[in-house]
């Protein structure tokens, strides 16, 4: 890291394979990121256990995940790409954070009521905590920036005011983090029901298009798409949601702005339409699959690149920890 260069925090779950508005939410600004800013990719396995995971895949997906940031072009020389539980401060801090959070705060967070509708039968601390895990995260390591999705522009407030409360309360410790919030991509629908975000976790799998699926597979999915029966490729969220998504995800994966992308579509049928869009996003993530799968292969380089990324990331967030731990008092040895 180099002193006095803004830096940038980021990290996903290793829920499930993830999906293109994960990429278009975040993904697709990390190369130029990494060119302008000091990075760090985080891998947050202690956020997915917010919700029931199977051990073994909760694993398996967390090297996928490390494959996957390196595939998409994060060189792990320049950017400290880590995996969240290596780092034991995110626990610490984010209990030292609690005491500083307001039970009201986190019950009126939108994720988090969800989710607990989602999961009604295991709404547990750690999914009413996320928020506070999340802000210790990127406070961790004096991030001045965070490239998310709009999903996470409540967490990331709170972020702030938790930064800004603590220091406050004693003295200037935190750097208030700004989000970085795409200009399209920054929510992406689900296929079928257009109106919803595209989650990883979602139920129905015509809905979601993963980073891992074939061409045919791409295709399949964008055929089914849901549209509407005015048969005009226009930008209008409001009235078609379902055509407006495709031109956002259109927008992003063949580098064209939404207006450019309407006037290419002018006249055009839907069938056509959405085929486009298909080809689109299968050109762009054939390759990338193709560089995790190839990356999958050779575990020791990857574990190495963990555990690098492990140690430059503790260097940093210990030194945070332990400024905290002085201001609020506990005894220094
Ligand atoms: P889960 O359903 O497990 O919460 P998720 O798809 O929401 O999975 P996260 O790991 O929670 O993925 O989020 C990773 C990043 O992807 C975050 O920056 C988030 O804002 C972004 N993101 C998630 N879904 C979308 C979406 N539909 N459109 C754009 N960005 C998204
Ligand atoms: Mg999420």
Redesign the pocket.
């Known amino acids: 890291m180099t002193e006095g260069r803004k830096r940038v925090y980021?990290a996903?779950?290793p829920?499930?394979n993830l999906?293109i508005?994960?990429y278009?939410?975040?993904i697709t600004r990390w190369q130029s990121l990494q060119r302008d800013y000091d990075c760090i990719f985080a891998v947050?396995n202690m956020h997915a256990i917010t919700v029931r995971q199977e051990p073994a895949e909760l694993r398996q997906r967390t090297l996928s995940l490390v494959a996957l940031y390196l595939a998409c072009g994060v060189d792990p020389e320049k950017t400290v790409v880590y995996v969240q539980s290596h780092v034991p401060c995110h626990a610490e801090l984010c209990w030292a954070l609690n005491a500083f959070t307001y039970v009201g705060e986190m019950e009126r967070m939108t994720q988090f009521k969800d989710k607990s509708a989602k999961h009604a039968d295991n709404i547990n601390m750690g999914l009413m905590d996320y928020p506070v895990l999340m802000a210790a995260d990127i406070l961790l390591y004096g991030s001045d920036f965070v490239p998310?999705?709009?999903?996470?522009r409540q967490h990331l407030e709170i972020a702030r005011d938790i930064a800004v409360r603590f220091n406050n309360l004693f003295s200037p410790t935190f750097t208030v983090p700004e989000g970085l919030f795409g200009k399209v991509?920054?929510?992406?629908?689900d296929l079928q029901e257009p109106t919803k975000?595209?989650?990883?976790?979602c139920e129905n799998p015509n809905g979601s298009v993963f980073l891992t699926d074939g061409k045919d597979e791409i295709m399949r999915k964008f055929k089914r798409a849901v549209t509407d029966s005015e048969a005009c490729v226009r930008f209008d969220p409001a009235s078609k949601p379902g055509v407006s998504n495709l031109l956002s995800i259109y927008s992003v994966f063949a580098d064209k702005t939404i207006e450019e992308a309407e006037k290419q579509f002018q006249g055009v049928g839907y069938g056509e339409f959405k085929l486009a869009v298909g080809e689109a996003v299968a050109d762009k993530i054939t390759p990338i699959r193709e560089e995790q799968t190839r990356l999958l292969s050779d575990k020791g380089y990857l574990e190495s690149v963990m555990k690098d990324g492990a140690e430059r990331a503790y260097g940093i967030a210990r030194r945070t920890l332990s400024k905290v731990y002085k201001k609020i008092g506990f005894y220094q040895i």
């Open positions: 980021t996903i779950q829920t499930n999906t508005g994960n278009a939410g975040t947050a998310v999705g709009e999903d996470q991509g920054a929510k992406i629908n975000k595209m989650s990883k976790s």
